[in-house]
């Protein structure tokens, strides 16, 4: 009897996780469809950033601007991390750091390292590589942007780095994610511009002068650039929870299942046993 009763206790338990997964995988779904929208209503205005540096680029000498040139030779390498700040996310954080293990493994002596979610800054701690800033706790992570970006222009423009790196999880799809290596500094990666968008910005005219522009524009576009990582990697946080959520479930049902099974079947021999016994005290009698 007291391993019946220990089985219906592991069949509760077991119940109750089911209910806890369940409501945080329609949690995570939730968010992660906010998250996907969010990253779709920003690219129209990240095109035309795109488009109007890609124009004003043409109309200036690009190795005279500080962010358009090579960076400084032989200085630090910096990468911006973006991870999480909790874990039920199955595997993703840890194949983004194995990725960036493999991707940087030639440059280790010359890392440092922004983070954008505890993950990563506890990873990097762990890995012995200089932490020179941690954006973590003030959520969302976009709040952080301006920050970051005015943090790494200017140690690019001051030779403290010779180049600026993203590394975080581009979402493919709500099953599939991948991790991701974007320079965003020095900005070398820029399409020429179309005759035809040449044409279109030709028909404005230029206060003070292109240079001036670009000048003002371009930390907006570098904004732009981190900003897009931080809500594809916001979606496949939430997309990577909710299956995890959803594996973890299934698992529980399973396990209820299983359960069942030996707690019925152990019932069965309780109740054949007791039989028996009555049969055998009735016979005794007589």
Sequence with gaps: MANIKQIRRRIKSAENISQITRAMEMVAASKMKKAQTTAVNSKPYADKINQAVRILAHKVIRSRHPLLGLGTSGADLLIILISTNKGLAGGLNTNLFRFLIKEVKKEESRLQFVSVGKKGKQFVVRWHKKL????????????????????????????????VILVYNNFVSALVSEPVKKTILPITNLEEATQEELKVFGEFELEPNAAEILNGLLPHYLENQLR?????AEACEHSSRMIAMKNATDAAYDLIDDLTLVFNKARQASITYEIADMVTARLSIK
């Design 132 to 163: 020179l800033a941690d954006f973590s706790e003030s959520l969302p992570f976009t709040l952080n942007i301006p920050a970051i970006i005015k943090l790494v222009t200017d140690g690019f423009i001051s030779g403290q780095f010779s180049e």
């Design 228 to 232: 897009g990582a931080i809500l594809e």
